[in-house]
Nanobody, 121 residues
Framework: QVQLVESGGGLVQAGGSLRLSCAASGSIFSINSMGWYRQAPGKQRELVASITSGGSTNYADSVKGRFTISRDNVKNTVYLQMNSLKPEDTAIYYC???????????????WGQGTQVTVSS
């Protein structure tokens, strides 16, 4: 059974920084893409940033230049460094990994439980 566990959320003032982590555990053969999504109250879940197995990154326009996604393939962990935070960044942040679990014959998407990020003005 694969599990994704997130950490690092919290309350921060506008202009501050937070670093989110998401670690995958279980019988994992390989991980392809990793990403962070967020969902604010009353809004749809949206992509924040993603990173491929080769290290290519993609960011939402709203976070470009402020957020940085990175990954540690040894630790099966993805990070999101968030700087210059704004009140509009307030949301529940979810990590997602596309991975090949041991015993499977296909890639599958797995989600973390979500971590709350609140930015006060």
């Amino acid at each position: 059974q694969v599990q994704l566990v997130e950490s690092g959320g919290g309350l921060v003032q506008a202009g501050g920084s937070l670093r989110l982590s998401c670690a995958a555990s279980g019988s994992i053969f390989s991980i392809n893409s990793m990403g962070w999504y967020r969902q604010a109250p009353g809004k749809q879940r949206e992509l924040v940033a993603s990173i491929t197995s080769g290290g290519s990154t993609n960011y939402a326009d709203s976070v470009k230049g402020r957020f940085t996604i990175s990954r540690d393939n040894v630790k099966n962990t993805v990070y999101l460094q968030m700087n210059s935070l704004k009140p509009e960044d307030t949301a529940i942040y979810y990590c997602k990994m596309t991975l090949w679990a041991a015993g499977n014959s296909f890639w599958s998407d797995h989600w973390g439980q979500g971590t709350q990020v609140t930015v006060s003005s």
